[in-house]
T-cell receptor
Framework: AQKVTQAQTEISVVEKEDVTLDCVYETRDTTYYLFWYKQPPSGELVFLIR??????QNEISGRYSWNFQKSTSSFNFTITASQVVDSAVYFCALSDTGRRALTFGSGTRLQVQP | DAEITQSPRHKITETGRQVTLACHQT?????MFWYRQDLGHGLRLIHYSYGVQDTNKGEVSDGYSVSRSNTEDLPLTLESAASSQTSVYFC????????????FGQGTRLTVV
């Protein structure tokens, strides 16, 4: 069975601080896929990144970076120099070859104060 | 542009009534999903479909049904609405491969009174 844990329910930071959102996953499959989605206050779900289990390279996209560590089953998301517009709920999700539907974590609400 | 749309965006219904939420996608995706979002639970899978005439139960399927008669649509029916089904419902679609991201509709806020 799949499981995604986002232990941080809510994080509050001041603008320009760096913040890391944690994601720990469980799956029995050796091939799996990890995702991050953003849900801003307007409510839509916005895809941010996908990572395959066989690609452990970390990725950076502007102020966003992702750290994938198979050894600890973690796929953490860091925002550098946070901005008010980063305020949102962030979801980590997992799929594998046995189940194409995403399994979501419970989400982390990030509040960036000016 | 291809898109996925849900209707209605907001609905209030009474306990015991049958309700159908519509989901229509123009991506030509084989996979379609219904999730519900509740505080503290993230998004939980209700039903999903991998193609026409294919439907499967997710983790929270009790009280819900779906049918897939074409590629574009996956309507979600609440057979007899209950207050516990007050939630925000999201429809999503994706390509057949498991490594592809899902595209989500705008969500439907359903209140059962």
């Amino acid at each position: 069975a799949q499981k995604v844990t986002q232990a941080q329910t809510e994080i509050s930071v001041v603008e320009k601080e760096d913040v890391t959102l944690d994601c720990v996953y469980e799956t029995r499959d050796t091939t799996y896929y990890l995702f991050w989605y953003k849900q801003p206050p307007s409510g839509e779900l916005v895809f941010l990144i996908r990572r395959n289990s066989f690609d452990e390279q970390n990725e950076i996209s502007g102020r966003y970076s992702w750290n994938f560590q198979k050894s600890t089953s973690s796929f953490n998301f860091t925002i550098t120099a946070s901005q008010v517009v980063d305020s949102a709920v962030y979801f980590c999700a997992l799929s594998d070859t046995g189940r194409r539907a995403l399994t979501f974590g419970s989400g982390t609400r990030l509040q960036v104060q000016p | 542009d291809a898109e996925i749309t849900q209707s209605p965006r907001h609905k209030i219904t009474e306990t015991g009534r049958q309700v159908t939420l519509a989901c229509h996608q123009t991506w030509n995706h084989n996979n379609m999903f219904w999730y519900r979002q509740d505080l503290g639970h993230g998004l939980r899978l209700i039903h999903y479909s991998y193609g026409v005439q294919d439907t499967n139960k997710g983790e929270v399927s009790d009280g819900y049904s779906v049918s897939r008669s074409n590629t574009e649509d996956l309507p979600l029916t609440l057979e007899s609405a209950a207050s516990s089904q007050t939630s925000v419902y999201f429809c999503a679609s994706s390509e057949s491969q498991p490594n592809t991201e899902a595209f989500f509709g705008q969500g439907t806020r359903l209140t059962v009174v």
